[in-house]
C-alpha cells in the first residue's frame, strides 16, 4: 500500500488552511487497528484557529489507538465522539467561527477493510478497475452516541480490493480532477506507480498551479512499498511542493528522535557548569506585640486564618456525616425494596420482581455515583456493590440474559472480495449485500459453502419475495426481483411528491413498506406505484423512528426503549418494555410471519433480544414467561460489532452478521 499526499498551493488564500495527516501501525498492538488517514480544510480561517486541523486529527488519532481490544469500527466510532466533544467544547468557549467553514474526513483501513466518515465539502472516490464511484453518496447508517453538538455522524464500511484505489478531495480540487479527466486517467491506469501519477500531475501543470487544495490518495499496491520509499519525496511546481508517499509514523519518529539528541547533549553540558546555591538559613524573627502594631495585627490574622480553617475542617466532616446519614437512610429503603422483590421471587410474581429489581438497580447505581470520596464512604461502598451484584444476577435471570462465550461461527468472509452490512434469508441460503457496493453474495447454511454472484446495481434493502425468489430496493425507486440461481428484472416505482431519506424496506403479503427518516412517513407500495400509509387522522406519526415490522398492524421501532404500534392508518398504543440491561440503541426490529414475538438488535450492548408481543402468559421453548417480557437474549463479547440478523422459519435459530464473521445460534440447546 503506497499512500500520497498531494497539497496544492498551501498559501494559495490567506483565509483558507489545510492538511493530510497519516498514521501507520508502529507496533503489533496498533496493527490490529491498521492505518488511519485524515485530510481537512477550514476556510474563512481566524487567527486562533491555526492549528484546529492539527489538534483535532490529534484528538481523533488519540483515541482511535488508545485501547486495542476494539475492533476499528468500534475504535472509529468512538474516536468520532472525541472529535465531536473536541469540537463542542470550542463552541462552548464561544469559537463558532469554523461552523460551515470546516471539511474534514477520516478513513480507517485494516486488511483491506475500511470505514470512513466526512463533514461538509470533502469528496471520497474509489476508482476500481477502471469505474469510479463515488462512495460518498452510499453512507451507511452506524449511529453514533449524539452529542448536543454532533458534527461526524455517520459512517460507511466497506472491503477493497488489490489495485483498488481511494481518493479523498477538497471540493476545488475535486472539481479540476473531474474537469481535466484526471480521475478517469488515474482509473484507466493497468498498473499504479508514483511515475506514472507524476507524469499525469505533470501534465496539468498549469491548471494545478491555480487550485488550492488536497488530494490524499491511498494505493492499494500488491507489493509493500521498500523504506526507501517511506521517506517522504518532494516535487515542485515552481515555489509550490507536492509531498508524494510517505509513511508519517517512521518519518515523524526519527526526525524527533534526531532533534533531541543535540539537546540532551546541551542539557548534560550545562548540568556540569552551573552549581546550584546552597539554601540559606533562615532565623525567624522574635515578636514584640507591644511595640509593633504592625506585626499583631498580622497575628490576628493568621489566627483567624487558623480559625476559619479549623471550623471549614468541622463544617466539612459535619455536611459529609449528614450525606453519608442520609445515603445510609436511603439504602436501608433499597435493602427493603429488595427484600420484597426476592418475595414477589418466591411467590412465582415475576413480572413484580422484575419491575423491583430494574427499581432497586436504579436506586443503587444512583447512590454509587453520588458517595463522597472518604474511608467510611468507600466501605459503605462496598456494600452497595455487593447488594448490586446480587440484584444483578436476580435480574439476568428474570430477563432470561445468556451470555455465550464462544458462538458457532457459520462463515467467515475475510476471503471474499465483499464487506456484508445487510442479509437476507430464502431456503436453505443466506445471501448477504453492501449498499456501498455492488454483488451478492450467498451461503449454503448447511454445506457451509458460498459463493458471488455479480450485479450492475447496488442495493440497499431485501426481503423475500417467496422461497427462491427476492425483492431489493435500491434508492430511490427501484425495485429489483432476484429468483435464484442468477435471474434478475428491474422495475421502476412511482414516488409521491416529496424528499424521502427512506431507512427501511418490508413485505407484508403483496405489498411493500418504506420508512420515510425525514418526513415520518410510511409508503405502501405495489410493483408500480407508492402511497402515503398514514390516515389524515392519525393523531401521532413516527418520530426518531428506526426500523418497522408488519404483522397487520405497524410497529415502529423508536431511538431508545419504545415500539409505535400503527393499524389501518392510525396510531394504536406506544410499548415501552422493563428489561434488563436497559434497551438503549436498538438498530433493527422484526416480526417472523407466525410468532408473535420481536427480534430485537442491539449493537452497543452485543445482544439480540426476543420478546412476547402480546397475550396471556404462556409456555415457550419450555419455559414460562409474561406479555411483553424477554423470552430470551443472547449477548457475547464477539458480537462487537453487529450489523444484521435473520431468522428460521420455526424461529429456533438466529444468523448473526458481525462484521465478517457470521454467526449462528440456536434458541434451544441442541
Not at 458471488?452 to 426481503?463: D, P, V
Not at 418504506?514 to 402511497?531: F, M, R
Not at 427480534?599 to 452497543?604: G, H
Request: glycine share 4%; charged share 30%; hydrophobic share 40%.
Amino acid at each position: 500500500m503506497k499512500v500520497f499526499e498531494l497539497h496544492f498551493n498551501p498559501k494559495g488564500k490567506e483565509d483558507t488552511i489545510f492538511d493530510s495527516f497519516c498514521y501507520e501501525p508502529i507496533n503489533i498492538d496498533e496493527k490490529k487497528l491498521g492505518s488511519l488517514y485524515m485530510a481537512g480544510e477550514l476556510k474563512n480561517v481566524l487567527p486562533q484557529n491555526y492549528k484546529l486541523l492539527e489538534d483535532l486529527s490529534s484528538q481523533i488519532k488519540k483515541e482511535y489507538y488508545r485501547t486495542f481490544s476494539r475492533s476499528p469500527e468500534k475504535a472509529l466510532i468512538e474516536s468520532l465522539k472525541k472529535g465531536n466533544e473536541f469540537l463542542e467544547k470550542l463552541t462552548k468557549e464561544g469559537d463558532v467561527s469554523w461552523l460551515g467553514n470546516l471539511n474534514f474526513a477520516v478513513i480507517s483501513l485494516k486488511d483491506y477493510l475500511f470505514q470512513f466518515t466526512k463533514v461538509e465539502n470533502i469528496l471520497v472516490f474509489l476508482l476500481r478497475g477502471g469505474k469510479i464511484t463515488e462512495i460518498t453518496e452510499n453512507l451507511i447508517r452506524e449511529e453514533i452516541e449524539p452529542y448536543p453538538l454532533k458534527v461526524f455522524g455517520n459512517i460507511i464500511s466497506g472491503k477493497l480490493s488489490e489495485d483498488d484505489i481511494l481518493l479523498i478531495l477538497t471540493k476545488e480540487v475535486s472539481e479540476i480532477f473531474q474537469n481535466e479527466n484526471l480521475l478517469e486517467d488515474l482509473a484507466s491506469l493497468e498498473t499504479f506507480t508514483e511515475k506514472k501519477l507524476k507524469e499525469l500531475l505533470w501534465k496539468k501543470e498549469k491548471i494545478l498551479k491555480e487550485v488550492s487544495g488536497i488530494a490524499l490518495l491511498i494505493a492499494l499496491t500488491k507489493e509493500p512499498p521498500t523504506f526507501k520509499e517511506r521517506i517522504p519525496k518532494l516535487f515542485e511546481f515552481e515555489m509550490e511542493k507536492f509531498s508524494l508517499p510517505r509513511r508519517i509514523s517512521e518519518v515523524i519518529l526519527w526526525g524527533f528522535i534526531a532533534a533531541l539528541s543535540p539537546i540532551k547533549t546541551l542539557i548534560l553540558k550545562i548540568s556540569r557548569l552551573i552549581k546550584l546555591p546552597a539554601l540559606p538559613v533562615l532565623k525567624i524573627p522574635r515578636f514584640q506585640l507591644l511595640r509593633f502594631e504592625k506585626t499583631r495585627k498580622n497575628l490576628i490574622l493568621v489566627l483567624i486564618f487558623a480559625l476559619v480553617l479549623i471550623i471549614g475542617f468541622y463544617l466539612f466532616q459535619f455536611q459529609e456525616k449528614r450525606e453519608i446519614a442520609k445515603i445510609e437512610k436511603n439504602f436501608i429503603q433499597i435493602q427493603e425494596k429488595n427484600q420484597k422483590a426476592e418475595n414477589f421471587l418466591i411467590l412465582k410474581n415475576y413480572q413484580e420482581a422484575n419491575l423491583l429489581f430494574l427499581e432497586t438497580w436504579g436506586e443503587l447505581s444512583s447512590i454509587e455515583k453520588t458517595l463522597p470520596e472518604s474511608e467510611k464512604a468507600l466501605n459503605f461502598k462496598n456494600e452497595i456493590l455487593v447488594l448490586k451484584g446480587k440484584v444483578e444476577s436476580s435480574l439476568s435471570k428474570l430477563n432470561n440474559l445468556i451470555k455465550i462465550e464462544e458462538p458457532e461461527l457459520l462463515f467467515n468472509f475475510s476471503q471474499t472480495k465483499l464487506a456484508p452490512q445487510k442479509m437476507v434469508k430464502i431456503g436453505g441460503k443466506l445471501y448477504f449485500f453492501n449498499p456501498a457496493t455492488e454483488n451478492l453474495f450467498w451461503i449454503d447454511i448447511f454445506k457451509k459453502t458460498g459463493e458471488e454472484i455479480k450485479t450492475e446495481r447496488k442495493f440497499n434493502f431485501a426481503q423475500p419475495l417467496n422461497s427462491n425468489s427476492i425483492i431489493f430496493f435500491s434508492k430511490p425507486d427501484i425495485l429489483t426481483v432476484f429468483t435464484e440461481p442468477n435471474q434478475f428484472s428491474e422495475s421502476k416505482i412511482e414516488l409521491p411528491a416529496g424528499d424521502f431519506d427512506f431507512i427501511d424496506f418490508k413485505k407484508f403479503y403483496s405489498n411493500f413498506y418504506l420508512l420515510d427518516k425525514k418526513q415520518g412517513e410510511i409508503l405502501k407500495c405495489s410493483l408500480q406505484k407508492c402511497q402515503p400509509w398514514f390516515s389524515k387522522e392519525s393523531s401521532k406519526k413516527p418520530e426518531n423512528a428506526i426500523s418497522l415490522a408488519i404483522d397487520g398492524s405497524i410497529w415502529i421501532l423508536n431511538k431508545g426503549d419504545t415500539i409505535n404500534r400503527y393499524w389501518g392508518g392510525l396510531y394504536q398504543e406506544t410499548l415501552k418494555f422493563d428489561i434488563f440491561p436497559k434497551l438503549e440503541k436498538p438498530t433493527k426490529i422484526s416480526i417472523p410471519p407466525t410468532l408473535p414475538y420481536f427480534y430485537i438488535l442491539e449493537p452497543a450492548k452485543n445482544r439480540i433480544l426476543i420478546i412476547k408481543k402480546s397475550g396471556s402468559p404462556s409456555q415457550v421453548f419450555g419455559e414460562k414467561i409474561w406479555e411483553g417480557e424477554v423470552i430470551k437474549q443472547f449477548q457475547s463479547d464477539k458480537f462487537d460489532n453487529l450489523k444484521d440478523f435473520a431468522i428460521s422459519e420455526d424461529g429456533r435459530t438466529i444468523w448473526l452478521l458481525n462484521s465478517l464473521i457470521l454467526y449462528q445460534v440456536p434458541l434451544i440447546s441442541r
